[in-house]
């Protein structure tokens, strides 16, 4: 079985649209990431929470919220999902700092 | 800030060797790293670099210099599986969050 999984791994949405992208990981790992990957720009941090009770603002926040329900669940949401806002999605875990990250398989997210 | 710099794209012949570069500038330098991501998957670790020289892992090697801001990852007897994305990512300051660079996609043909 996976390490980090990531539901759901395509999902088709519209404009305005409110929708939550879930990540677990059996790893045991604390640091939680999430990232988006858009052709040619590499992978932006969103947010990242490094325990149950921390979570931080990446470089690319605006629109999107998280939840840490448990140190094995991260979630992302996008509140009113814009078009500008499809990209590919990648949830991170690390054991701590100077980590190697591991990579969930991803989530392809479209707003229409 | 951060600036990492890498090519956008190499090609490469199958059981040729190829060096890709990275450049960065940042302050209070922690570590580089190096992921391989396949079209469409996730990346993988590849490597890790913290002090000046050559780490060797099988056919993949990665150098750093510290003082010039500058690494490099090197792959050996290409083979066709090599084609991929390779991002470099650097570690600074004191949050210790990777930085990724827009990666280099290599193209690896008969």
């Known amino acids: 079985d996976a390490d980090v999984t990531q539901t759901p791994r395509n999902r088709i949405t519209k404009t305005g649209k409110r929708i939550m992208l879930e990540c677990s990981q059996t790893k045991g790992h604390d640091r939680m990431y999430w990232y988006r990957q858009d052709p040619g720009l590499g992978l932006q941090l969103i947010y990242y929470s490094f325990d149950v009770k921390d979570i931080n603002k990446g470089e690319i926040s605006d629109g999107y919220s998280v939840s840490r329900q448990a140190q094995a669940k991260f979630s992302l949401s996008l509140e009113s999902a814009i078009p500008n806002q499809t990209a590919l999605y990648f949830c991170?875990?690390?054991?701590?700092?100077?980590?190697?990250?591991?990579f969930g398989p991803g989530t392809r997210l479209l707003v229409l | 800030g951060q600036n990492i710099d890498q090519p956008t794209e190499m090609t490469a012949t199958e059981g040729a060797i190829v060096q890709i570069n990275c450049t960065y500038q940042t302050s209070g330098f922690n570590g580089l790293f190096w992921y391989q991501q396949h079209a469409g998957e996730a990346p993988t670790f590849l490597s890790y670099?913290?002090?000046?020289g050559l780490e060797e892992k099988g056919r993949f090697s990665s150098f750093l210099s510290r003082s010039k801001g500058y690494s490099y990852l090197l792959l050996k007897e290409l083979q066709m599986k090599d084609s991929a994305s390779y991002l470099c990512?650097?570690?600074?300051?004191?949050?210790?969050?990777?930085?990724f660079g827009r990666g280099t996609s290599l193209i690896v043909h008969p």
């Open positions: 670099n913290v002090l000046d």
């Open positions: 991170a875990t690390s054991e701590g700092a100077s980590e190697t990250q591991y």
């Open positions: 990512a650097v570690l600074s300051g004191g949050s210790y969050i990777p930085t």
